[in-house]
């Protein structure tokens, strides 16, 4: 696992959702200097362009919206993810959390071939534990962790051989999780620090300790990055706002210790909505984090005008 050769691959998916404008996302993320930034960090990095989901022959669901187009990039995902974690750390620029059904997929299976286990660290103020049988919407970006940890429901998606177990998955930032998703997921060991959490005990406390259990079982984290993570005043471009997320200075601190970790094999950037951003700050700042997960210091912060 080379963490010094970083893998941009651009994910323009837009299907997981009614309401579109995520394709834009990899290009914002190109235009707001992603490559760069890690560049003058000493990284070598690859932009390897945009990929497409595959070709399938599912029909059209009722109420699940763009159901074939979400298993097409499932499919293309997972391969891509299992093909550039093998050459370097991976950072995929969506396009909509749907993606990380792929992404994750096909990194479980990476860490299974060099016979580490994966966990996967969930940056959201939403949980995503619906299934395509439980989701009143039909959209599907708000059911990936229900099927990368293996739940049933996922009729004609690829089959998911290496699951990521439910206490294997570390939540932060929660502030809007339907009840019968928290009930599930407190029953399966899920760790979880929503918002009340943070406020109380900070964020720090909920990270390390699950960066010790990634330690201590010797294995690798995938980071999943949602814009709503975020709070909404500093991070407007995304179509899911929940107030009451984190702050600047939480996000940087939370990018910091996951770098000095050393425990990070690749990171998911999505939900990014370039047509409701204000002069790009949401995707300056994204590209600010993930310079932070990468290895830049706050000293090292850039000035920024708007």
Same mark, same amino acid.
């Not at 396009?95 to 990476?110: I, R």
């Not at 502030?175 to 109380?200: C, F, G, T």
């Not at 980071?223 to 005043?233: E, I, M």
């Not at 700042?285 to 005008?305: K, N």
């Given at each position: 696992m080379?963490?010094g050769?970083?893998i941009l691959?651009g994910?323009?998916?837009?299907a ?6 995520c ?8 235009v707001a =200097?992603l490559e760069?930034?890690?560049a003058? &960090?000493g ?5 390897? $362009?945009?990929?497409r989901? +595959?070709?399938?022959d599912?029909?059209p669901h ?7 187009e ?5 499919h293309a &995902?997972?391969?891509?993810?299992q ?8 950072i995929?620029? =969506? ?5 990380s059904?792929?992404t994750?997929?096909?990194m ?5 071939g ?6 996967v660290l969930w940056?959201d103020?939403h949980?995503?534990?619906h ?6 919407s039909?959209?599907?970006h $708000? ?10 429901g996922f009729?004609?998606f690829p ?9 294997r ?10 009840p019968? %998703?928290?009930?599930?997921l407190e029953?399966d060991n899920?760790?979880?620090?929503d918002?009340?959490?943070?406020d109380?005990?900070g964020?720090?406390?909920p &990270? #390390?300790?699950f960066?010790?259990?990634v330690?201590?079982a010797? =294995? /690798?984290?995938?980071?999943?990055? +949602?814009v709503?993570?975020?709070?909404p005043?500093?991070a407007p471009a995304v179509?899911?706002?929940?107030? $009451?997320g984190?702050?600047?200075? %939480?996000a ?7 770098? %000095?970790s050393?425990?990070v094999?690749?990171?998911? &950037?999505? %939900? ?5 951003d204000?002069?790009g700050?949401?995707a300056k700042? #994204? ?5 932070s997960?990468?290895?830049?210091? /706050?000293f ?7």
């Amino acid at each position: 696992m080379d963490t010094g050769n970083v893998i941009l691959v651009g994910a323009p998916m837009d299907a997981g959702k009614r309401r579109q404008g995520c394709r834009m996302g990899p290009d914002a993320y190109r235009v707001a =200097g992603l490559e760069q930034a890690l560049a003058n &960090l000493g990284h070598t990095v690859q932009d390897v $362009g945009d990929i497409r989901a +595959d070709d399938t022959d599912i029909p059209p669901h009722d109420h699940l919206f763009a159901l074939p187009e979400c298993v097409g990039w499932t499919h293309a &995902l997972s391969r891509v993810a299992q093909e550039t974690a093998a050459k370097g750390l991976p950072i995929f620029m =969506g396009g909509d959390h749907a993606l990380s059904m792929g992404t994750v997929k096909g990194m479980s299976e990476y860490a299974d071939g060099i016979d580490r286990p994966l966990f996967v660290l969930w940056l959201d103020a939403h949980s995503d534990f619906h299934t395509p049988g439980s989701t009143d919407s039909g959209n599907l970006h $708000g059911t990936p962790v229900a099927y990368f940890t293996g739940q049933p429901g996922f009729d004609g998606f690829p089959a998911v051989t290496i699951p990521v177990p439910t206490d294997r998955v570390g939540m932060i930032g929660l502030r809007s999780v339907d009840p019968a %998703e928290r009930q599930r997921l407190e029953q399966d060991n899920a760790m979880l620090a929503d918002m009340r959490s943070i406020d109380e005990h900070g964020i720090k406390a909920p &990270l #390390m300790a699950f960066l010790d259990r990634v330690r201590a079982a010797n =294995g /690798i984290l995938h980071v999943s990055l +949602d814009v709503d993570f975020l709070d909404p005043s500093i991070a407007p471009a995304v179509g899911t706002t929940v107030p $009451g997320g984190a702050t600047e200075r %939480e996000a940087h601190l939370v990018m910091e210790l996951l770098h %000095e970790s050393g425990l990070v094999c690749s990171l998911d &950037l999505v %939900e990014l909505n370039p047509f409701l951003d204000e002069r790009g700050r949401t995707a300056k700042l #994204m590209v600010d984090l993930a310079a932070s997960l990468l290895g830049r210091r /706050i000293f090292d912060r850039p000035t920024r005008s708007f």
